[in-house]
């Protein structure tokens, strides 16, 4: 498949499950993907195996995104392994802790947002520098549907997703003159190993809920990020794509 062919694209939080989805789809298209990570450096080399043992180009590289001259590194050392150039950010890294409101401190609160929100402001800022002298390009936001209906225990986690969303939709409209589109890509409840065990309740409940009756994979979220960051979408911008199944359809009374 060739949608991507020609592309550089760099995904924070590639060692992860949903991480790991996206950068397979992106160099599945073609496209020539750096993973970045900051501690699951086994997992983000084993999906960089997997790309160049199916012919395809990756790379592995480290930061901590709650540094802004980290982020601005990174993306300054992805464009660099692809020749200068950088035509797709996925922001994708984040954190979601579960932690009750009224115990909540304001360090945790700055944890969530330092990773979940700055990273993406910071990424999105060095990528589009270099973007904009090149023509342009394409930038996502993983945010998820807890931006629109938090769930208990996620009141840092959805106010930081809110904000992605809202950032996007400011970065479309700023950084479109350019030729850069900005959208976000919003999950439902996706499989990874050991929900079933671990949420029981939880999981049954979603696949109740959801219209098509089961978890979302992490190549659901690659899907959608491949065609944010084709021609497809090519006047498509300042978007908010919800990947969930149908359950925000549901009725909530």
Known sequence: MTLLRGHTALVTGAGGGIGRGIALRLAEEGAAVALHCRTSVDAARATAAAI?????????????????????????????????????????AAVQPVQELPDMTAADWRYVVETDLISVFACTQAAAALMRDSGGGSITHIASIEAHRPAPGHAHYAAAKAAVVQHARAAALEYGPYGIRVNTVS??????DGIAEAWPDGVRRWQRAAPLGRLGRPQDIGD??????????????????????????????
Do not use: K, Q, Y
């Open 224 to 253: 959608a990020c491949v065609f944010l960051a084709s021609p497809l979408a090519s006047w498509v911008s300042g978007h908010d794509l919800v990947v969930d199944g149908g359950v925000s359809v549901r009725p909530t009374w």
């Open 187 to 192: 999950p439902g409840l996706i499989e990874r």
């Open 52 to 92: 160049e043992a199916a012919g395809g180009r990756a790379v592995v590289l480290r930061a901590d995104l709650t540094d802004e001259d980290d982020c601005h590194r990174l993306v300054r050392e992805a464009a660099d392994w692809a020749g200068g150039g950088l035509t797709t950010l996925v922001n994708n």
